[in-house]
């Protein structure tokens, strides 16, 4: 169980490092660059190589951890179980593909790696939501299963707005759209670690005193 909460820590740690990255990436681009407008992708672009591609870096390792610390818990014996922890997997694919691949420059005709950028990170955005929804209805995170269910609905429902504003919307607030999502479906990764990572501190408190007891 410690080493379970140790990855929960360390899937923390990530995220808040790759938060961390993200703003200073925003900070680091060219000013006429307009966040409402533009999605972070046409941010990381005029960097490459630079820290927001480090950050979704960072992110997905940060979910391996907190991947293997939901393996260490025990493994998934429901079939609901296996897809979320796939989707997982989907969700770490499409945010390094993403970070290696670049979009186009805004602006700019979409080329075939900027159709792989945009896939892969269509494939994220909505494997991680279904894999929160699906973690919530296991026992060792009964108690985060309502926020983690109403994080869900919120990065559904960003998600439908940011497609909406990709095509009918002609990407009006696009850029905003896409940060929300992002924010709402970290809060899902943070909310299973920390809610893992409580769980295990708890378990191992209550442990440790009941076998000294057996022994006295």
């Known amino acids: 169980m410690p080493v379970t909460r140790s990855t929960g ?20 681009v060219n000013d006429d660059l307009n966040p409402w407008a533009l999605t972070i992708s046409d941010f990381a672009v005029s960097d490459r190589g630079g820290v927001i591609d480090v950050a979704m870096v960072v992110l997905a390792l940060a979910t391996v951890a907190l991947l293997y610390g ?3 818990a ?13 989707l997982l997997g989907a969700w770490v694919g499409g945010l390094l593909l993403a970070a290696v691949v670049p979009t186009n420059e805004p602006g700019t ?22 894999s929160g929804w699906l973690l919530a209805r296991r026992p060792t995170l009964a ?9 869900v609905l919120l990065s559904l429902a960003l998600a439908a707005a940011m497609i909406w504003s990709a095509y009918p919307g002609d990407r009006m607030l696009i850029g905003l759209a896409e940060r929300l999502l992002i924010v709402a479906e970290v809060a899902v990764l943070a909310t299973v670690a ?3 990572t409580r769980a295990t501190a708890v378990d191992h408190a209550v442990v440790v005193p009941h076998k000294r007891g057996l022994t006295a």
């Open 109 to 130: 005709a979409m080329t075939t790696a900027a159709y792989l950028h945009r896939y892969a990170s269509v494939v994220a955005f909505l494997a991680l939501p279904v």
């Open 9 to 28: 820590l360390l899937a923390l740690g990530g995220i808040a490092l790759a938060a961390l990255l993200t703003v200073i990436g925003h900070l680091e």
């Open 143 to 151: 108690p985060a299963t309502r926020t983690l269910r109403i994080l």
């Open 74 to 86: 025990g493994p998934p014996r429901s079939r609901s179980g296996r897809t979320a922890e796939l």
């Open 194 to 196: 920390i809610t893992q």
């Open 70 to 72: 939901l393996r260490r």
